[in-house]
């Protein structure tokens, strides 16, 4: 990706606090079109909040986020979505009494009037997960971790993203998933979906993205290309366990 193109997503000065703890302090960062980007780092680095300030969910102390050039600071959850940006959260938060078809029409509250184009994102939803399409009937509390993941980054596809942010995705998934769920990451990405991924497997992460930024408390440590964080020697010993 050349740095002639315009960044979709510019994240600039966020200052994030929980109360009194000072969640991010100051970071800044670009996404481009077309990118698989990750934010790497501990727990408690402030990943999920960096996700949960660009969707909206909390409000930041001070800084921006421009969307498409566009200000989000007093920009609602909701009309977040409809400008294209739709956030898969951690911990697979599916309506477990609800069936898996009833969460995914769920996804796409912003485009009720849309009907073909909702049925053609569920069709996509379902081409991308066979699994979903077999289990539409089924409620989504019956279904394993795995089956859940799909169907919380299914739902998050349903409000036809530019760009999907997605929360630790492989989270608690058996090696095998954690490759299928990747794969189809790749898939989402090609069809022309911009990605924000965060993660702790740095390794999956770092082969799947484009560009990576290493978070440390609240503040950018690392920033780079996948392969120029692969081979640095600060990533290699403290996420990837060699010495």
Known sequence: MGSMVDAILEVENLHVYYGQVHALKGISFTVRPGEIVTLLGANGAGK?????????LIRPRQGD??????????VSAHAIVARGISHAPEG????STLTVEENLNL?????????????????????LFPRLAERRRQ???TLSGGEQQML?????????????????????????????????????????????????NVRAALRLAHRAYVLETGRLAL?????????????RKAYLGER
């Not at 999920?48 to 909206?56: D, E, K, M, N």
């Not at 697979?92 to 309506?95: C, E, P, S, T, Y």
């Not at 049925?119 to 081409?127: D, G, H, I, P």
């Not at 998934?173 to 790749?186: D, E, G, K, N, S």
């Open 48 to 56: 999920s909040t960096t996700l949960r300030a660009i969707s909206g």
């Open 65 to 74: 986020i421009r969307w498409q050039g566009r200000s989000l600071r007093n």
């Open 92 to 95: 697979r938060k599916v309506f």
């Open 107 to 127: 996804g796409a509250y912003t485009r009720r009037r849309d009907r073909e184009g909702v049925a053609r994102s569920k069709e996509r939803v379902f081409a």
């Open 139 to 141: 409620l989504a509390g």
């Open 152 to 200: 919380a980054i299914g739902r998050a596809l349903m409000s036809s993203p530019r760009l999907l942010l997605l929360d630790e995705p492989s989270l608690g998934l058996a090696p095998l998933l954690v490759r299928a769920i990747f794969q189809t990451i790749r898939e989402i990405n090609e069809q022309g979906v911009t990605i924000l991924l965060v993660e702790q």
């Open 223 to 235: 920033e780079g290309t996948a392969e120029e964080l692969r081979q640095d020697p600060r990533v």
